[in-house]
T-cell receptor
Framework: DTGVSQDPRHKITKRGQNVTFRCDPI?????LYWYRQTLGQGPEFLTY????????KSRLLSDRFSAERPKGSFSTLEIQRTEQGDSAMYLC????????????FGQGTRLTVV | GEDVEQSLFLSVREGDSSVINCTYT??????LYWYKQEPGAGLQLLTY?????DMKQDQRLTVLLNKKDKHLSLRIADTQTGDSAIYFC????????????FGTGTRLKVLA
């Protein structure tokens, strides 16, 4: 297993454009998480899935953000009409339902909105 | 409410012990974690502790949990320059949710 994989690693986009990121979790993991991290801050929770069900979404999350996990495997995070304030590192993590549920993180997608 | 706080910076000399502290507010948290993040990299899980434990040792790492005071610490013995990074504590399982709540991170600088 290669761990949690995110694509792309870097994305530069113009303000107002839509972007989509992909996350492939560790294969046997049921839970998948999206976080956002800006410079000097800890990861901020966005949303998480258990299998294909989106169980929780941050109240801080604008309706320009949407996430899907249609078959309970990979997930996509889409940001519509990007703004400069969306510039951040977007992190994906996955965990198992069994055991102590520790989450393993991918390398992240760095988004720059110009 | 959910909140996790850490001091921002810690500087130690190589070979000394480092102690990184964290406080949290959700008394129903079930697991507490320590993650390490090096520049430009993702988060690496270092260790965790279940809420019914008060100590866990894993090689050079010792985690202490004071559940009454909602205080978590990470001790790194014989700190090396390769330990220089940002360390995040996180909690999960509180209030029936499995999301992780992270602190703002402690930047550890190890001086040679």
């Amino acid at each position: 297993d290669t761990g949690v994989s995110q694509d792309p690693r870097h994305k530069i986009t113009k303000r107002g454009q839509n972007v989509t990121f992909r996350c492939d979790p560790i294969s046997e993991h049921n839970r998948l998480y999206w976080y956002r991290q800006t410079l000097g801050q800890g990861p901020e929770f966005l949303t998480y899935f258990q299998n294909e069900a989106q169980l929780e979404k941050s109240r801080l999350l604008s309706d320009r953000f949407s996430a899907e996990r249609p078959k309970g495997s990979f997930s996509t995070l889409e940001i519509q009409r990007t703004e400069q304030g969306d510039s951040a590192m977007y992190l994906c993590a996955s965990s198992s339902l069994q055991g102590n549920t520790e989450a393993f993180f991918g390398q992240g997608t760095r988004l720059t909105v110009v | 409410g959910e909140d996790v706080e850490q001091s921002l910076f810690l500087s130690v000399r190589e070979g000394d012990s480092s102690v990184i502290n964290c406080t949290y507010t959700d008394s129903s948290s079930t697991y507490l974690y320590w993650y390490k993040q090096e520049p430009g990299a993702g988060l690496q899980l270092l260790t965790y502790i279940f809420s019914n434990m008060d100590m866990k040792q894993d090689q050079r790492l010792t985690v202490l949990l004071n559940k009454k005071d909602k205080h978590l610490s990470l001790r790194i013995a014989d700190t090396q320059t390769g330990d220089s990074a940002i360390y995040f504590c996180a909690e999960t399982g509180g209030s029936g949710t499995y999301k992780y709540i992270f602190g703002t991170g402690t930047r550890l600088k190890v001086l040679a």
